[in-house]
């Protein structure tokens, strides 16, 4: 059930403090977790290394580390959405990023559908997922290179999008830039962009979006 | 009620095909609104000046024309959601997008709170409508200059946030890119950007979002 | 036949003098057009508006107007290929770019068929005209906004692809610079991009590729 | 002969996938190397590094290393085409630029001319090697710093050119750019445009632009 | 007091050597260091490393470090003002630059009140602060990510303000130059910018502001 | 005497609202002046025409119009400060943005020294004003092309610095780009830039330091 | 003879005020003028109207006008160099920037040699004018477009040679961007770059150049 | 005596192959110079490392290294100049560069006059060196930072200039291209600007500016 929801929306909501690993060393992230911790329910470090999840665990048994995502996580209540975020993604070098999103997501309860790389160099492996799209409340779009994929998207679906510029290419690609520049002069409308390789902003926003849906299903019942 | 609401969904989704004025000689624009008003119940013409809906009124005389939106709208069947589309924007320059964004989303169905004027510079303006945030389902944050304001209604709210940059300012504002930027890096989470100036997508983005509330209110009842 | 081939084969190849008109004045256009049609089999003057052409008409009557491609052209051998080179465009505001390069190839000799306003938006659009592709040597795309559609029918054919991008956006799309880089990094290989708007440059490349199976044909036969 | 062609097109026309090593773990590029080499007649690896040649070769004697195009290639069905291609490269530290596109056109079956290190600071280099450019069908240009090449060498010949800027230079030639801007703004006609540093995507282009010659042969014979 | 004033009014009116660390050896920062050091009463090293202080600290005992600020000093006579520089800023990650500007500044004899991790995304941080930025004559704001910090600030108060732009943040933010447009394109009036990370600068500034007051204090009294 | 000051220090802190004209219509600015006139002492309003001016002045005769800066003002309390606003400028054609920086910090209630066309081509012209710089409790430093002359003045003088780069300049300028970058990079210490032709921001922001020195006196006496 | 010239060395060393018209109205233009005119041996007006000449010239009948490089100057004492200033240049597009250069320098006093319309588009054009450039002592090119030339020069050269962009070309031309960086980037060695259309920079430092030769002849005769 | 000048022109006048180190590894590097050496009389590698000098001196034991200018040279005919180069420099952290440019200079046979750290933030140290700067046929002018220096020069003297941005700055500094923006608006007529930290290329033009005034000498003699 969704029973829980009004007591701890705090971090569900996003608004929690998160730890953004990068230019911290392993010390102070180690100590910064154990505080958030103690004085709250759930944690979130990402960009997280091995390295430091390994010195969390030590102190924090529970604290889980998903690889790809690069996330740790102390999750203490766990809960979770009948409405569904669909991530999509376009290349195997995207994946962390999606993989970001997706824990972010999951991690804040909602229920979600991994949908990768279905890039458009293939268009008919997007073509081929139309109905698990359409089974979506609301579609995380992940894509470097020149970021096709999001307009594409847009144009299968009438689903809010939040699409996410990844880092992935090189010369002309301007680290994120030309799939940044892609996504916000979709020819399809309804996209709403976040920074390059922000999948944790995606999977937040993604989230509250897909709250809306579940929040009315509680005024109701 | 919102009995109508799968009857028509072409439009209210933001699926439709809509006219965008620059570029189109007054002749053009009249000449392809027309054909759109015989084939769908509804039409939407952007970046419209007054003398192109003057020569639309003369064919069609139920079009309506929203001056400082620059929008001409030929709406047939008008629904209204539960929920608000809170369209919050900083200076009265800004005013011309927000409103696009405003008509935007009233056009397609969603219930819509003008909080016009509340930019940065004097923080209580804003601190003071906390309440009339709280009660919107999603935010359009409309600002140009540096575009501080998206930050700090995400600061304020854990709603989603659909941010729009204006080519307010001169210099270093680079036609908006100064805001656009500011937006994107936000510290506060859950924002989605839209293309500078695009008060339209962000109508559609956000009308989208209020809509999976609604949703859930039809599958329930 | 083609017969004439080897006899005109220096405006045919893209090789000739061509009037750039932006920046010259009418007087200046007309007496460059006139020094050329003097010397030459052929003449092209491209960005050329009605007025000039008009201009030109009174001295050379044979001199034609294509209107959307703004191209005035003296053209006094003509031949046609056997292959045929597709020009494929995204929306109606791109159809004067891809005119200029449509015009472009036929006034070279090249047979094209155009494929207009198949934009990705709605992806079903360009999916039904798989076939007409297929029948093509080689591809030209034209696109504004993000330029995805170049990605798309890359990743639909293993022709070679020419790829223009359009300034049809506003605000983050620079002017062209959004699907530029988008053609750029397109993640579907054996795309060759011209410059913003260079309709012209694009339907002398896809003629010359064009041409090569030409040439086979004769020197075989 | 050419036999052949019509049962392995796949691959010599671009269309299979290829593995990009940069960002991947020796592991990974095994991995996926050995699963392509079971599914594939052909496989290839870009920028991949000795260290992962030996890795692949233990497992898959057949594959062989480039060592300046940084490509390992499993190629189990050799052709050749009558056209050749041809790649003019400027200066010597463009040559692995140059030996990325020159081997890639090669494993999909082109004959290949180099014509490498005639940049124009010696221009008379270039002019002497002008019977060997009109001998080819189709031309791949390299160039770094300026980018000047592309233009010379489009003023000489008719024949396509695909144009690929190299990250060669320092300061405001902002890794690649200042020639992707010179080749993109060339006056001479004809030219596409790769991404920087993009020798894998030329290949492809000028090889199925090649194939256009060879296709008809077969046709007619 | 403030007697000594005119007795050393070089360095702390910054007009003195200062030693910028980076691109330099060890051994010429030392030397460097030691030189000034018998020229001047007072020396600064910015952006130096704790191996640096341990070296000069081997020969001038008195050499002080300052870990976050990342400055090495010798300071032989110290005063202070009656004015206060608040040094406000908005993440722990804006620190080093923060404690720059502290530390510059108070080397230079103003009393500074630090005001950090304020950031606008917890706007009431920074509002229930207003009564110490209240007790400031002049006040620098540090702020990476979007920058929003500044505007805000300059919207609660009327004070002089120096605003630091940080390279705190990815993608989009461009290592910095989102804030440094933020800052410079701020709705509030009376704000000026200094280079992306330059506390230094930023505290040279401000204790020069600060000086205005003690000086006309010195005049009367 | 400074007696007043207390009373209305709201605009002379330069925190009133001021009217930006560029984008309003003659209608809209006369309507928005008249209503500041009436519930402020003093308005101000920028970027103003002469045509403005003229419409404003049959409604409220005391208001005053400065050509060359382009500012409207009704300013109905007069006072003027004992510390002197340096305002030094580079060429003839910045004259309009120093003019702006003048009237703005006189209007607040300034005393102000004009060292106009002192550009560094000549830097004899500014060496000779040495003595008239060390006048000043701060300086603005107005100047296009390359903004040299900020560095130089900063190297001359130790006080506060408030830096304007104006568009004057083309080609590789970029609308002012040039001069600001020069002035953020200032191998000077202690300066603050503006945005892009702010001379009004340089003015509010420069009065704030001058007042600053003002209060000190009044505390005392 | 070149008796004259250490007499009026001024304004042929390029020292002397030069009127630069953008943004001046006719009055002040002649105002100006006349002032220079009294002052002064010899006066320049650039970027010019034919307008602002016919009212100059009512009040200063020996004033001339250069239609072509937009040039009013009153010049009354004429000499003329042994040594010769080469302008070469591109395109007919080019020559309003090539004729700045080249009656800039002339009227300074250098002999001049002009050396149009040879862009590389057509190398030959260029080869066959090799003696004309031996017989120089200092080059200006002037190429907009990707401004190969200047390249392509210094590659048949060793002289110095002053290299002009102009803004000729559309879209990723970006106003003179590309071919500013073409030429700062030259493989060929010994180019000093001016700036974007600065045909007037180009012609004093050039005529600072050739007068070095004449220097010395005189020392020596 | 300069009498074996018509002997040896190649390399003197810059127009011989220089090694280029960076990307090179130490066995390259050493087999390039080894062949060069043995064809020609005089031979350059720049951005050498003092690694690369060792492993050349080996084999080539009068090869010479310059450390600061990171320069090997082998040169076996050395002449001089009766003119000189002057060469000023802004700092200490510039004085790479301005070695690269001197002993390139050197090298070619000019005579050099180094005026180093004589930055525009202590205007004394320059305007102090006057007659030295007078006493020079053509100046090169290195500086980092915001580049102001060249134009201060270039408002002293009326020599040919020769600018040289460096990359040094941080933050807005954009790795050199504030300075170089810089130069290239300089309000001081008669600048040539050559590539960020393009030492080398600006001593080459510097030189052969140089020996213009040479040349003439021999003619006449
Ligand atoms: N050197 C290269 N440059 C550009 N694209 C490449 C290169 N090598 C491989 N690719 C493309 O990258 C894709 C493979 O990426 P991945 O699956 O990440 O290995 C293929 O579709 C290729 O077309
Ligand atoms: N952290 C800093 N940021 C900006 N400028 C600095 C900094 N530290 C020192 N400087 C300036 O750099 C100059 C010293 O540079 P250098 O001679 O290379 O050590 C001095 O003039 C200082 O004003
Ligand atoms: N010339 C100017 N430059 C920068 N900001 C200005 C200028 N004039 C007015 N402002 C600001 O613009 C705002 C007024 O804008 P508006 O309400 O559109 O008239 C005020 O808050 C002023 O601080
Ligand atoms: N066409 C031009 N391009 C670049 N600088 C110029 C040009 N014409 C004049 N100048 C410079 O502009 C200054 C005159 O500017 P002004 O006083 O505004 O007329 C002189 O110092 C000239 O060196
Ligand atoms: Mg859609
Ligand atoms: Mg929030
Ligand atoms: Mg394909
Ligand atoms: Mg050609
Ligand atoms: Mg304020
Ligand atoms: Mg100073
Ligand atoms: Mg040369
Ligand atoms: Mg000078």
Redesign the interface.
């Known amino acids: 059930g969704y029973a829980k929801i009004d007591h701890h ?1 705090g971090l569900r ?3 929690s403090e ?1 730890i ?1 690993c ?2 911290k060393s392993l010390d102070q992230i180690t100590a910064i977790f154990q505080v958030l911790a103690e004085k709250s329910q759930n944690v979130i470090a990402t960009r997280a290394s091995r390295k430091a999840y390994i010195k969390i665990k030590e102190r924090i048994p529970e604290a889980e580390y998903f690889e790809t995502a690069r996330i740790i996580a102390l999750w203490r209540d766990k809960v979770q959405t009948e ?1 569904i975020v669909g991530v999509v993604s ?2 195997t ?1 995207d994946m962390r990023v999606a993989e970001e999103a997706s824990v972010t997501a999951e991690l804040m309860g909602s229920r979600v559908q991994r949908i990768y790389d279905v ?5 008919h492996r997007l ?1 081929s997922n139309k109905q698990l799209l359409d089974s979506c ?2 579609l995380i779009v992940v894509a470097g ?4 994929l999001a ?2 998207v ?3 679906v ?5 699409a996410v ?1 990844t ?32 999948g ?2 995606a999977g ?2 993604a989230h ?3 709250l ?2 579940e ?3 509680n005024t ?2």
Chains 1, 2, 3, 4, 5, 6, 7, 8 share one sequence.
């Open positions: 929306r909501n996003g608004n998160v953004y990068p230019g409405g376009a290349g070098a890039g458009v160099a293939g268009i073509l409340r609301v290179m020149e970021g096709a307009s594409v847009g144009g299968l009438s689903k809010p999008i939040v510029p880092d992935i290419g090189y010369g002309a690609n301007f680290k994120g830039v030309a799939p940044l520049l892609s996504m916000l002069n979709s020819c399809a409308s309804g996209i709403g962009v976040v920074n390059i390789n922000n944790f902003g937040i926003l509250r979006i897909n809306i849906g929040m009315h299903e109701l019942s």
